[in-house]
């Protein structure tokens, strides 16, 4: 597989499916899966596949005494076999006896990963979780300031206890006081998106494994209080929420219920981490390259080229020091120094100070103009992603990979931020613009958020203007069909600092057109 794209040798492979719902509708797109059935085994398997994929959530027929036959026919035949331990089993013992059949053996619960490693031998056994996949292309995550409900519980609320919420906020039984608020739902096909309407959702679940609607909540954006323990095993404290008993379920759902900053970001670094390795695709990937049919599943970080002109010397260093702690990809720089030739040893300092690599650095005479700074950088570039980075702004170490994920989920052309802090710096107040604006398509977005396929930024380019390259952009990219997305409010924070900048709006207009969130070092809460 040496030198053969991760994503197309598993999307290449045919795989016979004997599969639970769940991974059976989600799985289908990551290769050429044909689901195998009493009837159609044979044909199926004498037609030709790379992979027979059994879970437990399949159902009884893998249990019987004749599914043998249908294992046997695939070895016969140099197919690779793999089996996911994808729920509790009925009967260890019997799951034991289907297991064995297989070359590979996967479990969703690292509870259960010593017992199968004890029953086989290690180097078959690995662990496999649930997964899940960001909403793609259907409008993004929860609209986070405009949630309508309050909780949402995936089944049987009594794991919390029946008065859960303090001070009558809301009684999880039916018929009390505010039930309105409270919706109970039984997981099943459209639990994920009636979540996304909801505040919190309660996600109770046997402590050694992770349930699925806790993934699904998670991938939509909805902050997550679970009885589920396991949840430690891929989420920290600060992104998932895990009750041990009741009293602390009930301090704990009332902190989210109150607390709107404390819900926003635990959902959203707990869709990081989901996003980082915990999708379908990652799932399918590991199962391939398990049965030796792909390449480590451990994905390439994505190359990302940062492009900025500036005309103002002393913001080099600044500017190379926040490329530098970019996290989770891999970073390029193209610098254009514009009306003035730069100190390139210094520059060399700063990038090695910084970590940075990937450096190129190129002058322009002044009387250039912006939009052809960036046509120049953009010919520089090579990154299969370029991002506009102003050079006075704030950008926190997951701001690329956080950009990258939501390019990747939404498959819009230009991905930004439309909700955005604001440092007013001859106040030292922040500002938070167009705060209902977050994981949704959007008419436009910051122009120092920019971030983009290369393909978008060749086809449209940049115009020959001297300001408002990024409305005319925009303009352009839209009357050609593409599409805006405008990701979180997170790890970016625009400055402005007092008559330096080309858009000469006053710190009067940001106070009149946002709202005052932060007064003094607001890094804390932004940069996440």
């Not at 035949?77 to 996967?106: C, I, M, N």
């Not at 390449?295 to 103002?312: A, C, F, G, K, Y």
Request: aromatic content about 8%.
């Amino acid at each position: 597989m040496a030198g053969m794209d991760r994503q197309d040798a598993v999307r290449a492979l045919r795989v016979g499916a004997v599969l639970g719902p769940r991974p059976g509708a989600a799985l289908r797109d990551e290769w050429r899966q044909t689901d195998l059935t009493r009837d159609n085994w044979q044909d199926v398997i004498t037609g030709g596949i790379d992979l027979l994929l059994v879970s437990g959530s399949a159902g009884a027929w893998p249990a019987e005494p004749g599914f043998r036959r249908v294992v046997n026919l695939c070895r016969a035949g140099g197919v690779a076999t793999a089996y996911w331990s994808d729920v509790e089993p009925t009967h260890v013992r019997q799951e034991f006896a289907v297991a064995e059949l297989f070359d590979k053996v996967y479990v969703a619960s690292r509870d259960r990963l010593g017992m199968f490693r004890a029953r086989f031998s290690p180097s078959r056994v690995d662990s496999l979780p649930p997964a899940a996949n960001p909403p793609a292309r259907a409008g993004g995550l929860r609209l986070m300031a405009a949630s309508k409900g309050c909780v949402l519980v995936a089944g049987e609320p009594e794991p919390f206890g029946t008065d859960l919420l303090a001070d009558g906020a809301a009684v999880l039984k039916p018929g009390g006081p505010a039930t309105r608020e409270v919706a109970r739902l039984r997981p099943a096909a459209g639990w994920a998106a009636r979540a996304r309407s909801h505040r919190v959702a309660l996600v109770p679940g046997d402590p050694r494994q992770i349930p699925p609607e806790l993934m699904d909540a998670v991938a939509h954006g909805v902050p997550v209080l679970t009885t589920a323990a396991a949840a430690k095993e891929l989420f920290d404290e600060r992104e998932v929420l895990v009750a041990p008993n009741q009293e602390e379920a009930t301090n704990l759902v009332n902190a989210l219920l109150q607390s709107p900053e404390l819900r926003d970001r635990a959902a959203h670094l707990a869709a990081r981490r989901l996003w980082e390795g915990h999708t379908w695709r990652r799932r399918a990937q590991t199962i391939a390259w398990g049965a030796g049919l792909a390449p480590s599943p451990q994905p390439p970080r994505t190359s990302v080229t940062i492009m900025t002109p500036t005309n103002r010397p002393w913001m080099l260093q600044h500017v190379i020091d926040q490329a530098g702690r970019q996290v989770g990809v891999d970073a390029q720089m193209v610098l254009l120094a514009h009306g003035f030739e730069p100190d390139r040893r210094q520059i060399a300092a700063w990038c090695a100070a910084a970590g940075l690599e990937n450096v190129l650095v190129t002058t322009a005479p002044e009387s250039i103009t912006l939009g052809e700074c960036y046509q120049i950088l953009i010919g520089m570039a090579d990154g299969d992603v370029l991002a506009k980075v102003d050079d006075d702004d704030l950008y926190g170490p997951h701001y690329l990979s956080d950009q990258v994920h939501a390019l990747d989920h939404t498959g819009a052309e230009l991905v930004g931020k439309r909700a955005y802090h604001v440092r007013l710096e001859e106040l030292g107040w922040t500002v938070l613009r167009f705060p209902t604006w977050e994981h949704r398509w959007a008419p436009s977005v910051a122009g120092g958020t920019f971030t983009m396929r290369r393909a978008t930024a060749v086809d449209v380019g940049f115009s020959a203007l001297p300001r408002a390259v990024d409305t005319d952009f925009i303009n352009r990219l839209t009357a050609a069909g593409g599409k805006i997305y405008s990701s979180d409010r997170y790890n970016y924070i625009g400055r402005r600092l007092a008559g330096v900048h080309t858009w000469s709006a006053s710190h009067r207009y940001f106070l009149a057109t946002g709202l005052v969130k932060y007064f003094g070092d607001a890094t804390g809460h932004i940069i996440v």
